[in-house]
C-alpha cells in the first residue's frame, strides 16, 4: 500500500494563478482532510469531507476549493494564488468506525509558494 | 475539544527517556488524548493514545493523571530518529457515520542529543 500520496511535492506560482493539489489513499478510508502549515506553526484544518460526497469547510478555508472525486481522492484548488497561500500543504486521511480509535494518516506534503 | 498546553521545547540526551508533559485541564469526561509527531518536513505520525488509563505500544507509553488533567508521553530509549515536534492533542472520538475534527497546536519540539 502506498498510504496517502500527494501530488505535485513542490509548486511555485506567481499571484493570481490557479492550481490544484491532488491527494489520493489506497486504504479504504471514508474521511479525508486538507492542511496547511505555516513556518514555525502547527497545522490548520483547511477542508475536510467525512465521507465521499460530503464536503466541510475547516478553520481557514478563504481562498481554497476542494472537490471529493471519489472515496479515494480529495483535491484541494486553488481559485487565484496569493502570497498568503505560501505554505506546506498536508493531506490526511483516516477511517471512521464506530468503538475503535480513528488515527489520522498523512501524506507527504507539497510545498507551494506564491510569487 | 480541549485546549492544551505543551512546552515550546526540550532536549534529551540520546538513550535516556524522554518525557513529554501536556496539561488538558478543560479535557471532558469523553475526550481522549491523542499524540502524534512531525519528524522535520515529513506528514505528521500517529504514536499513541488513550482515555483514562495509561497505555503502552511499540512506540511510546502515555501516563494520564487520575483526574486527566494532564499526560506525560514517554519515549522510553530515546533516540536521534526521535528529534521532533510532538503534538498533544485531545478530541472526541467519533462514531460509525461521525467524522475527526483535529486540532493540531504548536506542539513540543524534542531535541536528542548525542
Known amino acids: 500500500n502506498a498510504g496517502v500520496t500527494q501530488t505535485p511535492k513542490f509548486q511555485v506560482l506567481k499571484t493570481g494563478q490557479s492550481m490544484t493539489l491532488q491527494c489520493a489513499q489506497d486504504m479504504n478510508h471514508n474521511s479525508m482532510y486538507w492542511y496547511r502549515q505555516d513556518p514555525g506553526m502547527g497545522l490548520r484544518l483547511i477542508y475536510y469531507?467525512?465521507?465521499?460526497?460530503?464536503?466541510d469547510k475547516g478553520e481557514v478555508p478563504n481562498g481554497y476549493n476542494v472537490s471529493r472525486l471519489n472515496k479515494r481522492e480529495f483535491s484541494l484548488r486553488l481559485e487565484s494564488a496569493a502570497p498568503s497561500q505560501t505554505s506546506v500543504y498536508f493531506c490526511?486521511?483516516?477511517?471512521?468506525?464506530?468503538?475503535?480509535?480513528?488515527?489520522?494518516?498523512f501524506g507527504p506534503g507539497t510545498r507551494l509558494t506564491v510569487l | 475539544d480541549a485546549k492544551t498546553t505543551q512546552p515550546p521545547s526540550m532536549d534529551c540526551a540520546e538513550g535516556r527517556a524522554a518525557n513529554l508533559p501536556c496539561n488538558h485541564s478543560?479535557?471532558?469526561?469523553?475526550?481522549?488524548v491523542y499524540w502524534y509527531r512531525q519528524i522535520h518536513s515529513q506528514g505528521p505520525q500517529y504514536i499513541i493514545h488513550?482515555?483514562?488509563n495509561n497505555e503502552t505500544n511499540e512506540m511510546a507509553s502515555l501516563i494520564i493523571t487520575e483526574d486527566r488533567k494532564s499526560s506525560t508521553l514517554i519515549l522510553p530509549h530515546a533516540t536521534l530518529r526521535d528529534t521532533a515536534v510532538y503534538y498533544c492533542i485531545v478530541r472526541l472520538q467519533m462514531g460509525s457515520g461521525g467524522y475527526q475534527k483535529v486540532t493540531f497546536g504548536t506542539g513540543t519540539k524534542l531535541q536528542v542529543i548525542p
Open positions: 478543560t479535557i471532558s469526561g469523553n475526550e481522549y
Open positions: 469531507s467525512a465521507s465521499e460526497g460530503t464536503t
Open positions: 488513550g482515555l483514562k
Open positions: 490526511a486521511s483516516s477511517i471512521t468506525v464506530a468503538g475503535s480509535y480513528n488515527e489520522q494518516f
